[in-house]
């Protein structure tokens, strides 16, 4: 089970960090992904964190402003988003990649996940 939190409205210029609480595995067996989908938008791959942790890939728009990570102690997934932009306003929703044997493994496609947590709204004004 996921659970996102940590939406809101936000001036842009400023940050927000979303939260994504992992019941039921241990978050060194998942790879996490967070995907954002803008209004009359498909849904877009933003971040992606590897089971094993050493891996991160980020969506082009999003390198340098934003950072995914993983709180082993607290089983939960941390989006911190900088700098933000008109353009991030969608709604988040983190997920759980299929089981994978590479440690490195980050993917980007939403049919690699098999499960999904509710969304968070986030919401940039400018």
């Known amino acids: 089970q996921l659970q996102a939190s940590g939406g809101g409205l936000v001036q842009a210029g400023g940050s927000l960090r979303l939260s994504c609480l992992v019941s039921?595995?241990?978050?060194?067996?998942?790879?996490i992904g967070w995907f954002r989908q803008a209004p009359g938008k498909g849904r877009e791959s933003v971040a992606v964190?590897?089971?094993?942790?050493?891996?991160?890939k980020y969506l082009d728009s999003v390198k340098g402003r934003f950072t995914i990570s993983k709180d082993y102690a607290k089983n939960t997934v941390y989006l911190q988003m900088n700098t933000l932009e008109p353009e991030d306003t969608a709604v988040y929703y983190c997920?759980?990649?299929?089981?994978?044997?590479?440690?490195?493994?980050?993917?980007?496609?939403?049919?690699?996940?098999?499960?999904w947590g509710q969304g968070t709204l986030v919401t940039v004004s400018s």
């Open positions: 039921g595995a241990s978050l060194a067996d998942l790879a």
């Open positions: 997920a759980v990649a299929s089981p994978h044997a590479s440690t490195f493994w980050t993917p980007v496609q939403e049919t690699s996940y098999a499960y």
């Open positions: 964190i590897s089971w094993g942790g050493g891996q991160t």
